[in-house]
């Protein structure tokens, strides 16, 4: 175990991390977010610096082999959006090797397997965190994906099902040997969903169950601190955020700024309001005034970070027009800094009922 511990430490001592073939300037990225990680928020978040690798929103395998029109807009990207991963979804090795060798062929550079999702749709098509429930079917499957391909293909999963049934460990170090390029570590089971906390030493027991590859952090990093405790409680070589990323934007930045040894500030109102508007612009140019309604969402994540008075957050939440985006805009600009809650409506406001029907 010591020996496993060194070899990650080594690795720590630089910014950058080699993940297969790829090297990668920050060890902190963009986790995938069901509805959230499309090319407007990874656009946004990259121009504000400091994100290392960012993963598209989960694609279901057969949809991306007819080329559906919803997968393909799950997919889209830029030459600015480097570097980037696919996450694929579903429960039948050759549909998950044909989407690989498709992505590849489109010119994208990495492969994610989705084993973490605890949604109901997801785990009854086999997909999702489904798939720990037999380590061996499990492995066999990234195998078959791993040897369709040439880009690295990485697998994000969860401790386990339950927590009964803990396999992360026991997957990890099979994975490592069919030839994954990285593991990132969500450190809940399925059974908890997003509620409870992650558990620390859960995603130590991955670090420690391999021997070279990249084990990645994910869950519950929200700040700067968050982030680093991370690291330094599991002793893994990256981290992931994914709802942090959407509560402080500049959450990258500020990373790659610490990892340097230089402070961060801050952003002030006028690059909390200049960040507002340019996502919402991205959206508008995806999606054109449809991203109204894609961008009400966002309201219950964006509030209180950036200053927004909760009557003008729940005017967000009926954007019709961009027209109406623009009026809002300066009426927040007018009253940035109003609001009496500092926290998040995101975190007061969670699904009711059991995961298995979110």
């Given at each position: 175990m010591n020996d496993v511990l060194a070899?990650?430490?080594d690795r720590d001592s630089i910014d950058e991390i080699q993940i297969g073939n790829r090297r990668l300037a920050s060890r902190y990225f963009l986790a995938p977010l069901a509805g959230y990680t499309h090319l407007p928020l990874r656009t946004a978040?990259?121009?504000?610096?400091?994100?290392?690798?960012a993963t598209t929103d989960l694609v279901l395998a057969p949809q991306l082999l007819a080329e559906s029109r919803k997968s393909m807009a799950l997919i889209r990207t830029s030459e600015f959006d480097r570097p980037l991963s696919v996450?694929?979804?579903g429960g039948s090795p050759e549909e998950l090797a044909g989407a690989?060798?498709?992505l590849e062929s489109f010119g994208y550079e990495g492969i994610d397997i989705n084993m973490g999702c605890p949604m109901g749709k997801v785990n009854s098509s086999g997909g999702g965190a489904r798939l720990l429930r037999s380590c061996d079917n499990a492995t066999a499957l990234v195998a078959h994906v791993v040897e369709a391909v040439?880009?690295?293909?990485?697998v994000k999963m969860r401790l386990g099902w339950d927590a009964d049934d803990i396999s992360a460990p026991l997957l990890a170090a099979n994975f490592e040997k069919v030839g994954v390029a990285a593991i990132t570590i969500h450190g809940r089971t399925r059974q908890q969903g997003f509620h409870g906390h992650v558990d620390l030493q859960g995603i130590r027991q991955v670090v420690e169950a391999v021997n070279r590859?990249?084990?990645?952090?994910n869950g519950d990093v929200r700040s700067v601190d968050d982030a680093i405790d991370m690291r330094r409680i599991t002793g893994c070589d990256a981290v992931a955020i994914g709802r942090g990323a959407m509560l402080d934007p500049w959450i990258f930045r500020k990373l790659f700024q610490q990892s340097r040894g230089e402070a961060f500030a801050e952003p002030t109102p006028a690059e909390q309001l200049a960040f507002l508007a340019r996502h919402f612009e991205l959206m508008v140019e995806q999606h054109d005034e449809y991203a109204c309604v894609l961008f009400r969402k966002f309201a219950a994540w964006y509030g209180s970070r950036m200053g927004i008075p909760e009557d003008l957050e729940d005017r967000m939440r009926l954007l019709e027009t961009p027209a109406d985006f623009e009026l809002l805009l300066r009426e927040i600009e007018s009253r940035h800094?109003?609001?009496q809650s500092s926290i998040p409506t995101?975190?007061?406001k969670v699904p009711n009922g059991p995961n298995a029907h979110w």
């Open positions: 070899s990650h430490t978040l990259r121009e504000l610096g400091g994100l290392g690798l996450q694929i979804f690989a060798r498709k040439d880009v690295p293909v990485t590859i990249p084990i990645i952090g800094g109003e609001r995101a975190l007061v």
